[in-house]
Structures are given as C-alpha cells and as structure tokens.
C-alpha cells in the first residue's frame, strides 16, 4: 500500500460523544496534516506534524479538537463532545516536506456526520 | 485575509472549450502545487512547481508558474466531462515550507 490511507471511511454519531480519526501516511513521509472540508468548500487546515511534534496547531476549532502522531506515523484526531458543526470530510496528507517542496499526497478522508 | 485567491470560483463549459483558472498571491511562495478532487474522495496531485517562469504540461493540462512566484495558472485545452472536478492550488512559502496554504478552489463541470 502505496498511499496515505484513514480509517473509517464513514463515521456516524450523536451529538455529545468522543471520536477518533485515524491516518496512517505513506511509509517515510515527515510531515503530515489534517484538514476540514466542508461540502463544495476548499480545505481548512486543523494541524502539522513534523515527526511526532506539532510546530502548528493554530487551526484547531476548539479544545475539543486534540491530536497525536506516534513513533512519526500514525496519527490520531480525536473530537470530543461533537457538535452538529463538526460534520464535514477530515482528510490527512503527508509529505516529505524536502526543500521548501511541500507536495501533500492525500487520503480519502474520513466522512464525519453529527446527528 | 485569504493569502492565495483562485478564480473562477465557478466554471461551467461544454466539452472540447478551453478554460484557464487563476491563483494569485501577493506572497512569494517557494513551491506551488495543483491538484484535483473528485466528489467523494481526496484531492490527487497534479503538479508540484518550483521556478519561476516554470511551464509544465500534463497532456491536455499546462500549468505556469510566475516570474516572481507569487502566481499560477492552469489551462485546460479542449476539456472533457472527465475533467469535472475540484482544483485546487497550494503554496508553500520559504519562512514556512512545512506548511502550505491553499485556495479556496475552482469548481470546473465539463458539459457533454
């Protein structure tokens, strides 16, 4: 398996509780984001890894919105207490972040609907 | 402040017209890229470019960096309805390449 890929590809759940994203990005990349997007819309940006730390959390929503990337894989996004506004596509890229060449390999994104 | 501005933000033409987007920028960025999304899934790089001046082709696709990086365009010569989709640039700038800032978007629907 070649490309970034996350887990689950639906996630259905009430307002109120916890979830968790998961990326996994291509074997050797550095770098890895997380985004928002809305229906039609263009992406948000949520946060950067570079390794396991995260120099940019600046487009985190909220406290509610958290994340973590392990052993400089993969990386979890975790919602807690979700809100109807908090429906959207998540996607996760990754990239070898090489000489101010930062060209971002995307997943499929995650489909996130809050009831 | 949008730091990277695509138009159209809306396109709607009939196979086999040609169609250029814009993305432009009052930054200098140190690389730009282009890629295309299609409903349901993530976004597909089409193109990453990085010299200013730069002119890329990819088939029917030609893509142009400016002189002075702070530009691009993307230009689509006799488009089919498999060119319907999402485009999107991205610009990642010298003072922080790890990050990349992106448009808004184009969305482009190729009539039959």
């Known amino acids: 398996g070649a490309g970034v890929s996350q887990s689950p590809s639906n996630k259905v759940t009430e307002k109120g509780k916890d979830v968790e994203l998961r990326c996994d990005p291509i074997?050797?990349?550095?770098?890895l984001y997380w985004y928002r997007q809305s229906l039609g819309q263009g992406l948000e940006f949520l946060i950067y890894?570079?390794?396991?730390?995260?120099?940019?959390k600046s487009g985190l929503p909220s406290d509610r919105f958290s994340a973590e990337r392990t052993g400089g894989s993969v990386s979890t996004l975790t919602i807690q207490r979700t809100q109807q506004e908090d429906s959207a596509v998540y996607l996760c890229?990754?990239?070898?972040?090489?000489?101010?060449?930062?060209?971002?390999?995307f997943g499929p994104g995650t489909r996130l609907t809050v009831l | 402040t949008q730091l990277l501005e695509q138009s159209p933000q809306f396109l709607s033409i009939q196979e086999g017209e040609n169609l250029t987007v814009y993305c432009n920028s009052s930054?200098?960025?140190?690389?730009l890229q282009w890629y295309r999304q299609e409903p349901g899934e993530g976004p597909v790089l089409l193109v990453t470019?990085?010299?200013?001046?730069e002119v890329k082709k990819l088939k029917r696709l030609t893509f142009q960096f400016g002189d002075a990086r702070k530009d691009s365009s993307l230009h689509i010569t006799a488009a089919q309805p498999g060119d319907t989709g999402l485009y999107l640039c991205?610009?990642?700038?010298?003072?922080?390449?790890?990050?990349?800032?992106f448009g808004d978007g184009t969305t482009l629907t190729v009539k039959p």
């Open positions: 890229a990754s990239s070898l972040d090489r000489g101010g060449v930062n060209t971002q390999y």
């Open positions: 074997s050797g990349h550095t770098a």
């Open positions: 890894f570079q390794g396991n730390s995260a120099p940019d």
């Open positions: 930054s200098v960025f140190s690389s």
């Open positions: 470019v990085v010299t200013g001046g």
């Open positions: 991205a610009g990642a700038m010298y003072t922080n390449a790890g990050k990349s800032t």
